[in-house]
C-alpha cells in the first residue's frame, strides 16, 4: 500500500522549487500525494520559511494545523523541513513536540529516507545528513506546483551579499551557481513538458556565474535559454542593482523572448539606511541603474521592494524615500516592515525603530503607490498586449491571463473575453482598467 504524504510548501518560489524537487522524490517512490486536510496521510511535510516574524508565525500554524489532524488520528507523523528548521532546529524540538521529524534544507537531498524513518529518534542525530547547505544539490527531477505552461528555473541558491537584516545566507549557505550546462538542462526537459515561460530566480540572479566562473554570466544564460525553440517568455526575478550591467540590459534589449520586466528590490534611498543595510550602491547609482534601465528598455516593467524601519531610520530618512517613490513612479513595489531576525547584524544596532513607526510608513507608502500603480495601469489603455491565458471564470464568462507586467503569484492580471485555452497566448487590446486600479481589461485582437 503507498505511503499517503500530505505536503505544506511555504515561503519564496526557492522554497517552492525545493518542494517541488522533495514532491518529485516522494512519488517516484511509489508514495501517493494527498491533502491532508481531507484525507488521512501516513505523514505530513511543512516546507517552512523563516524570513521574517510573519512567516515564521505561518510555518508554526502550519505545524500545529497538521497536529490538530494527528491528535484525531488522520496523520501519523509530522515532518518539519526547510529554511526554519534548518535555522531553528533545537528551538523547533524543543518547543513543538509535535513535530515527529526536525530536518533542516537537507530533507531536499533524500527526503524518501526522511519520510521512512531512516533516522533515529528526535533527540539523536538524525540520519539524513543536516548537511552543510554548500553541500546540497542545485538541481534534481521536479514534480511542477505551478500551472503546466509556466515554472520557476532556479540558476542558484544561497547567497554571498550579507545584507544586515537577513538571515537567508546563515541559513542557506553562500552564493553557488548552478552550472550553466545543468541549468540549460532543466530548463529544456521542462519546455519538452510544455512549460513556455520560465522565471529565473535565485537570492540574486544577477550574480550568476561569479562564483562558479568567476565573472557575471546572467547574460550568457539567458542568450542560451532564448535559443530554446519553444520557450516563449522568459522572466528575471531578484536583480541586484549594481550587477543590473550594459550587457545583461543589451541582452535584454536584443532578445524577444526576454521580457522587459525587471524585478530589483532596492531597499531603501538613503545612503545612511543602505549602508546601515550593508547594501551595496548609494542613492546617486541606484538612480543612474534606473535611468540606464529605462533608457535600454522604455516599456520596461520595474518591480522592487522597500523595508520601512530599520533600526536608525529617522524621519528625514523615511521622508526621503517616500519622495523617492513618487518621484520614480515604480510599475509595482512592495514594502516590508523591518522585523529584527536574530543572528543578523541588524537586529544588534542601536537607534531600534517601534514596530508600529515601522508599519504605519509602511502604510504611508502603500498608499502613495496605490495611485500610481492605477496611473501605470490606465498607460497601458489602447496598446495591444501579449497575453499567457491562465484561467476561466465562468461566473463572468471572461477568461484571465498574464501579460509581460504580470509575473505570477505578486502582479496583476488581464480579464478579456471570448474562447481561449490555458498556456495559450492571446493578443489583447487593453480597453481599461479594473475597479482597484491593479488588473487590466481588454479584448482579443486576434
Ligand atoms: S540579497 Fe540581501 S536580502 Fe537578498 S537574500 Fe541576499 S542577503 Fe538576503
Redesign the pocket.
Known amino acids: 500500500m503507498a505511503e499517503k504524504i500530505g505536503f505544506v510548501s511555504l515561503g519564496c518560489p526557492k522554497n517552492q522549487v525545493d518542494a517541488e524537487r522533495m514532491l518529485a522524490q516522494l512519488t517516484a517512490a511509489g508514495m501517493e500525494i494527498v491533502d491532508h486536510l481531507t484525507d488521512p496521510a501516513d505523514a505530513v511535510i511543512v516546507n517552512t520559511c523563516c524570513f521574517i516574524d510573519a512567516a515564521k508565525q505561518e510555518s508554526i500554524d502550519a505545524v500545529l494545523e497538521a497536529a490538530d489532524l494527528k491528535a484525531e488520528g488522520s496523520v501519523r507523523k509530522i515532518i518539519v523541513v526547510g529554511c526554519m528548521a534548518q535555522k531553528y532546529r533545537d528551538e523547533i524540538l524543543e518547543t513543538l513536540p509535535e513535530a515527529d521529524v526536525v530536518v533542516g534544507i537537507s530533507a531536499v537531498a533524500d527526503i524518501v529516507s526522511v519520510v521512512r524513518g531512516e533516522e533515529s529518534a528526535p533527540d539523536e542525530e538524525p540520519a539524513a545528513p543536516n548537511a552543510a547547505p554548500e553541500a546540497l544539490p542545485l538541481t534534481g527531477a521536479r514534480l511542477l506546483t505551478t500551472p503546466s505552461h509556466w515554472a520557476y528555473l532556479k540558476i542558484a541558491d544561497g547567497?554571498s551579499?550579507?545584507?544586515a537584516?537577513?538571515s537567508?545566507?546563515s541559513i542557506r549557505g553562500d552564493f553557488r551557481s548552478v552550472p550553466l550546462e545543468d541549468a540549460l538542462a532543466e530548463a529544456q526537459s521542462l519546455v519538452d513538458g510544455g512549460v513556455r515561460e520560465l522565471i529565473l530566480i535565485a537570492?540574486?540572479t544577477t550574480s550568476y556565474g561569479l562564483d562558479l566562473y568567476g565573472e557575471l554570466r546572467l547574460p550568457e544564460l539567458l542568450t542560451a535559454l532564448c535559443k530554446i525553440e519553444d520557450l516563449r517568455w522568459i522572466r528575471v526575478l531578484y536583480c541586484?542593482p549594481d550587477r543590473v550591467t550594459p550587457e545583461l540590459l543589451a541582452v535584454m534589449a536584443s532578445e524577444p523572448k526576454i521580457l522587459h520586466y525587471i524585478d530589483m528590490?532596492l531597499q531603501h534611498i538613503n545612503d545612511s539606511v543602505l549602508a546601515a543595510m550593508h547594501r551595496r550602491g548609494t542613492a546617486t547609482q541606484i538612480r543612474q541603474t534606473l535611468a540606464d534601465i529605462r533608457a535600454a528598455l522604455p516599456d520596461v516593467v520595474l518591480r522592487t521592494t522597500f523595508i520601512t524601519g530599520l533600526p536608525g531610520e529617522d524621519e528625514s530618512a523615511f521622508e526621503e524615500l517616500h519622495n523617492f517613490i513618487k518621484e520614480q513612479q515604480f510599475e509595482r513595489l512592495g514594502v516590508f516592515a523591518y522585523s529584527p531576525q536574530e543572528g543578523t547584524p541588524a537586529a544588534d544596532m542601536p537607534d531600534q525603530v517601534d514596530a508600529e513607526i515601522a508599519g504605519a510608513r509602511l502604510d504611508i507608502l502603500m498608499r502613495a503607490q496605490n495611485d500610481i500603480a492605477r496611473e501605470r495601469a490606465e498607460a497601458f489603455i489602447g496598446r495591444t498586449l501579449e497575453v499567457i491565458c491562465e484561467d476561466y471564470d465562468g461566473y463572468t464568462d471572461t477568461n484571465i491571463g498574464r501579460c509581460y507586467a504580470d509575473a505570477p503569484e505578486i502582479d496583476g492580471l488581464v480579464y478579456f473575453p471570448g474562447q481561449a485555452e490555458d498556456g495559450q497566448f492571446y493578443q489583447v487590446k487593453i480597453l481599461g482598467v479594473s475597479e482597484d486600479g491593479y488588473d487590466l481589461v481588454g479584448t482579443m485582437n486576434n
Open positions: 547567497c551579499n550579507r545584507c537584516y537577513c537567508i545566507p537570492q540574486d541586484y528590490p
